[in-house]
């Protein structure tokens, strides 16, 4: 009795699920969504508390390491009840940097802080890798269910990366590996895929030194009330800024230029409530990624990335522009791209979906207004369901919405797209669309409910997307 219970009250709620979904019919809808939106997304306040990090032994000196005098002055400041943390003027060489509560870690006009090369410098801490829950390498500034944090400040966090320092873990020629030299990470993320597939506890995840994970940036986990502003980022280890399992996150006005591998600009990952405003973005991977944990750890974790604005900001070179996926299992829903800049030779897409029936999950709700693209390579807009490998979990994709877009110096598709037959892209909108200098202005396969409106590429109207 108590399994048929169960099944039916599973069935109800699947029914409950499923009638929720209902496709926007005008851009007013999402508009309307995006301002409610804003007003739930708020930036800490802290105590009118500075701590300088001189008066903790700190040496701006670029040789002396900091990293005890900036423990010092967080832990200070957070237990006299939070303040700025300030860095002065000079660079601050440090290991990692954990922000508590309460605390804002204030870059001056004219600071550096620049981390170590030295991965014992980076304790071992929960986190993830590309998705996956394991115990590695502390992001350069990390954090683990805090609240309240910031790091602001016109001043400079260096990662310290290159091709001989962290990048060349990757394995990859281009970025400085040969076999002469040790470090190469593909055999430990092999083993972290199978730790994951057996659904191994994540804390008996353990890698660190000898397995060449390379440490992310900045990662507040399941952290909440996030804030960066102003602040310029380079040359990160791999993944730029990257929270994970937070709410409420606001950034803005900060910059980020890092071509090393894996260099993502921004990649929130199974975050709700995410505002990211006037930014600029210049990387060797994806310029923002939205994510949601790859494939078990995502699906059994079931947190979607939630309520995501990107605003006012501009994009360079990148692998694309306003990227969902590929981590994306927990599914996504409610993000809004409107008024973005995008243009480089070597940026790829502008609005890109990636995922996989490894991945599974729903892609829902997705707004992408008012952008103006220079170039771009491959697509403006591309779908694919097929990235990496394939499993058992067919993905969705519904709901995307595209309005008011302008190209300039297109690449080869105007859209792309990628799908399965039993799932299409379903319920595709595009209106107002512009695009020059496009080499073929679609390749598509399964694509259900498709509106295209004033949509014009190289000055011929596009009515239609068929296979």
């Not at 967080?74 to 940097?97: D, H, M, Q, S, Y």
């Not at 707004?367 to 779908?383: C, H, I, L, M, S």
Request: with cysteine.
């Amino acid at each position: 009795m108590k399994k048929y219970i169960s099944l039916l009250l599973f069935l109800v709620f699947s029914v409950s699920i499923s009638a929720q979904y209902k496709p926007w019919t005008s851009a007013k809808q999402p508009l309307k969504e995006i301002k409610a939106l804003k007003k739930h997304i708020k930036r800490p306040t802290f105590r009118n508390a500075e701590y300088l990090i001189t008066d903790f032994g700190a040496l701006g000196d670029g040789k002396t390491k900091n990293t005890e005098a900036f423990k010092k002055a967080i832990e200070k400041c957070n237990a006299e009840g939070g303040g700025r943390v300030i860095v002065p003027k000079g660079i601050f060489l440090t290991g990692a940097i954990y922000l508590k509560s309460n605390v804002n870690l204030h870059l001056s006009e004219g600071s550096t802080i620049l981390f170590s090369r030295d991965s014992n410098d980076y304790p071992i801490v929960f986190t993830r890798w590309e998705g996956m829950e394991c115990m590695n390498y502390s992001s350069l500034i990390y954090a683990y269910e805090e609240e309240n944090i910031a790091v602001t400040g016109k001043g400079t966090l260096d990662g310290n990366a290159d091709n001989d320092n962290w990048w060349f873990w990757c394995g990859a020629a281009k970025y400085g590996y040969n076999e002469s030299r040790p470090g190469r990470q593909n055999p430990a993320r092999a083993k972290l895929h199978e730790y994951m597939a057996q659904r191994k506890p994540a804390r008996e995840r353990v890698f660190g030194d000898g397995y060449y994970l390379r440490p992310n940036f900045v990662q507040p986990y399941k952290s909440k009330n996030f804030y960066m502003a102003d602040v310029l980022v380079k040359n990160s280890p791999m993944w730029n800024l990257n929270p994970v399992l937070c709410e409420n996150v606001l950034i803005e006005r900060v910059k980020v230029i890092s071509h090393g591998p894996n260099n993502d600009g921004f990649d929130p990952e199974a975050c709700k409530n995410v505002w990211i405003k006037d930014s600029y973005f210049d990387t060797g991977d994806d310029c923002i990624a939205i994510k949601s944990g790859r494939d078990e750890d995502g699906r059994d974790i079931g947190k979607p990335a939630e309520n995501h604005i990107i605003e006012y900001c501009e994009m360079k070179d990148g692998h694309g522009g306003v990227v969902i996926g590929s981590e994306i299992a927990g599914g996504a829903k409610n993000i809004y791209a409107i008024g973005n800049v995008m243009d480089s030779k070597n940026l790829d897409r502008a609005l890109r979906i990636k995922t996989s029936s490894s991945r599974g999950g729903i892609i829902e709700n997705v707004f992408f207004y008012n952008t103006k693209v220079g170039a771009y390579q491959e697509a403006a807009v591309r779908f694919n369901m097929h990235y990496e490998k394939a499993g058992n979990h067919i993905p969705t994709i519904r709901n995307i919405w595209v309005e008011n877009l302008t190209v300039d110096k297109g690449g080869k598709y105007a859209v792309f797209s990628d799908a399965y037959e039993s799932s299409p892209v379903t319920d595709f909108t595009m209106i107002n669309a512009k695009m020059v200098g496009v080499q073929i202005p679609y390749k598509v396969d399964y694509m259900k409910n498709v509106t295209l409106k004033n949509v014009t590429v190289n000055g011929k109207p596009l009515t239609e997307l068929k296979p």
